[in-house]
Nanobody, 117 residues
């Protein structure tokens, strides 16, 4: 089992910044990729950004490119999402997601991000 705990959400004005953190614990030795997803009210959950565990190759949804940065802190088994120039349409619950080499997958419980206009 892998446990994922998100933190760092909150309320911010449009144009502001927030940094999300996802702490992984448990059987994390064979993680292949970690990612952030978000779900706004009435909408489907979407992939925001991902990072591979070997190689730190990153990928972003077009709507956040140039504004969000995903990174890893190996010493703390943490994945970060730095969000700059936030927009009201970024308002959503943000979830951390991890996939192991055996293809087992795990979700965190999510953290709310609200961007006011």
């Amino acid at each position: 089992q892998v446990r994922l705990v998100e933190s760092g959400g909150g309320l911010v004005q449009s144009g502001g910044s927030l940094s999300l953190s996802c702490a992984a614990s448990g059987f994390i030795s064979n993680l292949n990729v970690m990612s952030w997803h978000r779900q706004a009210p009435g909408k489907e959950r979407e992939l925001v950004a991902s990072i591979t565990i070997p190689g730190s190759i990153t990928n972003y949804v077009d709507s956040v490119k140039g504004r969000f940065t995903i990174s890893r802190d190996n010493a703390k088994n943490t994945v970060l999402l730095q969000m700059n120039r936030l927009k009201p349409e970024d308002t959503a619950v943000y979830f951390c997601y991890a996939v192991r080499s055996d293809r087992s997958a795990y979700w965190g419980r999510g953290t709310q991000v609200t961007v006011s206009s």
